[in-house]
């Protein structure tokens, strides 16, 4: 999966020594002449690490003799000579020497060894912060429930991620640019959009919300030109009083509502349009007094702009559409969208204010309001998105982009399947199944998005079968099979989801898939353990190339994945394997002969 690294600042602390930086600071390691070569391999072998400021060592004072900044200080008194450091025979690179201590630089090492450090200041004391790794292992608290939140993805924000081109207005879900700069909906990224709204929805204070029309009890005061209509009327279709307007076909005769709205920002209504019509929403920048528009138009444009002007096209049928809209998120997109640099636009929430809704053309909207989420209408938008791009033969939700894993795979050609993208669906319609008290909708497009599961990728499933015994579902299926660890767990947890939550006699299916995965993983799980680190995918062996390695947010993404694994399975290899995974976050390794 290609999704996580955005999510949770998982990269923090990392960027305190750019390789361009001069190396102040130095770390301190038992030096011997005959180790010389070896000693920065075996660096957290060599324990005795301390912190050496140049500048600053004055300041340092503490009671303990073993303290490092008194044998900095120490170090100091000795004076400290420059000293060529040979690396590997390879190259020299500058060090200090003090006594029989040397140091070498932190900004070699971190590049070298690919560790983080930072240094920190606590009380007025400095110190430097090693760290091993920089991603986030999640501890689960109770027992993983399928009708609960979903992993750790309340945390996620989805939306805002830079490879999310925008939200699409005629469908509420994100765009993806990952794989292709137009944007293309990816239905991994769109179930985890799903996912992460249902899990807000648990763990966020409810939200605030104020009704601004709702055609019956409140009714804001639209301010109509002489040429333009508005009246309130009873619709049968919808069974509600509704708001329908028409205005002339002069632009600068809008029916207009004055607000003056701050904080909450996610505006939701039951909208109609004709064609040529509009609702646009202007936000203000409160110290500057900028004005943006964001314009939801009649049309099937996914997103485009023009100065201070945005346009999402909510679609080009004339029916009642749920649109719900994070105007932050589509301010920042439009703002984006026209621009090279993405930070230069970023405008924070707290300095814009709602000024002005605005209505052209002719239709009728109802039940508009502002609020501090709306996570429920965001989680089924996802839901009907996948209710309504399936394949209804295969089951499948095909990724509209073509994909090569790496060299020496096949390309994966426009129109493939992910048992990840697969898995992720099931769980968005397996939840939406319950949540919804029985929409059979959600519950057969979830039982049907199983048909991957069993055919081979070779017949455009996503089955691969490990040395003709063990059944894996591929995230990319790929020839040959890839075996990418993290998207199979998350495959067979929508089996799981699924199977808990869909009637007994209608689970069957994914229970059997989900106990063959489960055997699998048992038996698979091994081949990932490198020791100090996990692989990614099994190519070393299917290609017979070097390993894969799983940067720091893919290894813990697998430690997350077997903590909430230990919770629901009787299976202590999955709890010990997590275990010595987070060791090597820390540093450590697997014994050596
Ligand atoms: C300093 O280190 C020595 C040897 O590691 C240890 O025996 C001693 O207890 C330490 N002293 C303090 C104050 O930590
Ligand atoms: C969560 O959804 C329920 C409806 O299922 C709603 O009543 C509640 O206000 C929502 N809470 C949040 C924080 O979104
Ligand atoms: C507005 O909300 C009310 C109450 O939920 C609902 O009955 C009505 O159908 C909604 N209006 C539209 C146009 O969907
Ligand atoms: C939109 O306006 C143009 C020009 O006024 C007109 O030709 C066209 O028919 C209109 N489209 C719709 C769908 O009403």
Redo the contacts with the bound molecule.
């Keep these: 999966m290609h999704n996580l690294q955005s999510g949770g600042g998982c990269l923090q602390g990392q960027n305190i020594y750019s390789s361009k930086e001069p190396p102040i600071f130095f770390l301190i390691m038992r030096f011997n002449i005959k180790i010389a070569l070896i000693f920065l391999i075996s660096i957290s072998i060599f324990t005795m690490l301390v912190l050496y400021s140049i500048c600053n060592t004055d300041t340092i004072n503490s009671q303990n003799p073993n303290d490092s900044s008194v044998n900095a200080k120490a170090f100091e008194a000795q004076g400290s000579e420059e000293i060529d450091c040979d690396i590997n025979g390879e190259y020299v690179i500058g060090c200090k020497k003090e006594g029989i201590e040397v140091y070498i630089p932190f900004s070699f090492l971190r590049r070298y060894f690919e560790v983080n450090g930072k240094l920190a200041t606590n009380d007025g004391i400095s110190r430097f912060e090693w760290s091993h790794s920089y991603s986030k292992i999640y501890h689960p608290k109770s027992k993983y429930d399928p009708r609960g939140v979903y992993m750790y993805f309340e945390n996620y924000n989805v939306e805002v991620r830079d490879r999310v081109k925008c939200v699409s207005a005629t469908d509420g879900v994100p765009v993806s640019t990952q794989w292709e700069s137009q944007g293309y909906y990816y239905p991994t990224q769109i179930a985890q959009f799903g996912l992460s709204h249902y899990s807000k929805n648990l763990t966020e204070p409810e939200p605030r919300r104020k009704i601004i029309e709702?055609g019956e009890k409140e009714l804001a005061k639209w301010i109509i030109p002489q040429s333009a209509a508005l009246q309130r009327t009873w619709?049968h279709n919808?069974?509600?009083e509704?708001l329908e307007f028409k205005t002339s076909e002069n632009y600068n005769e809008a029916i207009k509502l004055k607000l003056d709205h701050v904080l909450d920002f996610v505006m939701r209504l039951?909208i109609l349009l004709n064609g040529n019509s509009s609702l646009t929403v202007i936000l203000q920048n409160r110290e500057t007094k900028d004005a943006y528009f964001l314009h939801y138009i009649f049309s099937d444009i996914l997103i485009t702009s023009q100065d201070s002007n945005i346009y999402h096209g909510i679609g080009s049928t004339m029916e009642?559409k749920k649109l719900t809209r994070d105007l932050i998120v589509d301010l920042q997109k439009g703002l984006n969208y026209a621009s090279k640099d993405k930070s230069k636009h970023k405008i924070p929430r707290s300095k814009l204010k709602v000024i002005d809704i605005m209505l052209r053309g002719s239709g009728a909207i109802?039940?508009l309001t502002l609020s501090s989420s709306e996570h429920m209408q965001q989680f089924y938008d996802a839901a009907e998105w996948f209710v309504k791009y399936q394949d209804a033969d295969t089951g499948g939700w095909p990724i509209p982009v073509k994909r090569r894993l790496a060299s020496g795979f096949m390309v994966l050609e426009s129109g493939w399947y992910s048992a990840m993208g697969q898995g992720h669906a099931i769980s968005v319609l397996a939840r939406a199944f319950y949540h919804s008290d029985g929409d059979e909708r959600y519950l057969n497009a979830a039982l049907n998005g199983l048909k991957p599961f069993r055919l081979p990728s070779s017949e455009g499933g996503v089955l691969a079968t490990f040395l003709n015994k063990f059944h894996w579902y591929e995230e990319y299926p790929t020839k040959p099979a890839s075996y990418v660890l993290n998207g199979f767990i998350y495959s067979i947890l929508g089996l799981y989801d699924l199977m808990s939550i869909a009637p007994v006699d209608q689970a069957q299916e994914a229970e059997f898939l989900y106990n063959e995965g489960i055997t699998t993983l048992k038996n698979m799980l091994p081949l990932f353990d490198m020791g100090s680190a996990t692989v990614y995918d099994l190519r070393h062996f299917t290609l017979g190339i070097a390993p894969n390695l799983a940067r720091w947010d893919y290894h813990a993404t697998h430690i997350n994945q077997l903590l909430l694994l230990d919770t629901i399975e009787e299976e202590p290899l999955f709890q010990t394997t997590a275990e010595r995974w987070i060791g090597y976050m820390n540093g450590k390794r697997a014994d050596h002969n």
């Design positions: 709702d619709n919808v069974d509600s509704i039951d009642w109802d039940n």
